[in-house]
């Protein structure tokens, strides 16, 4: 890619997921977690207005760094870019994938969990990507272990992160930055508790910056 994805993001060492059933709920969680200083955001593909979304957020908040997350194909890729999508994250890593991606021109991480998925982005010449999911493949115990073989791989952890082992995830040298939905419950948006979607992102905001200067 022409650049990568730790040299653009804004703001602390995390990756919020946004996934809203319309954009103005994209727009108002994107808000509550820019409040509590959050500089950068991952819209999910996984609901019918995501790329909708995307558009809306750029345009509301022009500051805040707007990904797309769930890339799972070269239409997701194109259409995400389209969209005004800044950077894409993939769960996954195929040829096709990591090739279109590369196409877009835009900063990515392809998912991985494991070695020879590792060693495949880094014969197309990447030197970030998603770990994910992260808890389930190992965490912690497996990013060390990966750091001895995959000495110029940075990670970005996701799955299973939440305020208790944020810390943990953010103080490895091969992290990043951290993404999940944690900042962003599904039982505080459907009841539109933003207070509290800033509450949760300033908390995280305070760790991050604190480990990750
Ligand atoms: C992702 O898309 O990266 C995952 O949904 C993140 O997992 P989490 O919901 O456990 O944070």
């Given at each position: 890619?022409s650049?990568?994805?730790s040299?653009?993001?804004?703001?602390p060492?995390?990756?919020?997921?946004i996934?809203?059933?319309?954009?103005h709920?994209?727009?108002?969680?994107?808000?509550a977690l820019?409040?509590?200083?959050?500089?950068?955001?991952?819209v999910?593909?996984?609901?019918?207005q995501?790329?909708?979304?995307?558009?809306?957020?750029r345009?509301?908040l022009?500051d805040?760094?707007?990904?797309?997350?769930?890339v799972?194909s070269?239409?997701?890729?194109?259409?995400?870019?389209?969209?005004g999508?800044?950077?894409?994250v993939?769960p996954?890593?195929?040829?096709?994938?990591l090739?279109?991606?590369?196409a877009s021109?835009?900063?990515f991480v392809?998912g991985?969990?494991t070695?020879?998925?590792?060693a495949?982005?880094?014969?197309?010449?990447?030197?970030?990507?998603k770990?994910?999911?992260?808890?389930l493949?190992?965490?912690?115990?497996?990013?060390?272990?990966?750091?001895?073989?995959?000495q110029?791989?940075?990670?970005?952890?996701?799955?299973?992160?939440?305020?208790?082992?944020?810390?943990?995830f953010?103080?490895?040298?091969?992290?990043?930055?951290?993404?999940?939905s944690?900042?962003?419950?599904?039982?505080?948006?459907?009841?539109?508790?933003?207070s509290?979607?800033?509450?949760l992102?300033?908390?995280a905001?305070?760790?991050?910056?604190?480990?990750?200067?």
């Amino acid at each position: 890619p022409s650049s990568t994805l730790s040299s653009v993001i804004k703001g602390p060492a995390l990756l919020p997921i946004i996934q809203a059933d319309t954009p103005h709920e994209a727009v108002a969680i994107a808000k509550a977690l820019a409040d509590g200083g959050v500089g950068s955001v991952e819209v999910v593909l996984r609901t019918r207005q995501a790329l909708a979304a995307i558009t809306a957020i750029r345009t509301a908040l022009p500051d805040l760094l707007v990904g797309a997350g769930t890339v799972l194909s070269a239409t997701d890729a194109n259409a995400c870019k389209a969209a005004g999508a800044q950077f894409l994250v993939s769960p996954a890593s195929t040829a096709k994938l990591l090739e279109a991606m590369l196409a877009s021109g835009l900063p990515f991480v392809p998912g991985v969990a494991t070695p020879s998925e590792i060693a495949m982005a880094q014969e197309y010449g990447l030197r970030e990507v998603k770990f994910f999911p992260a808890h389930l493949s190992g965490g912690i115990e497996m990013l060390k272990a990966l750091s001895g073989v995959f000495q110029q791989m940075k990670f970005c952890p996701t799955g299973g992160i939440g305020q208790h082992n944020l810390a943990e995830f953010l103080a490895l040298p091969n992290v990043f930055v951290a993404g999940g939905s944690w900042l962003t419950p599904a039982s505080m948006v459907q009841t539109q508790q933003w207070s509290q979607i800033t509450a949760l992102a300033a908390a995280a905001t305070a760790i991050a910056r604190q480990i990750k200067t």
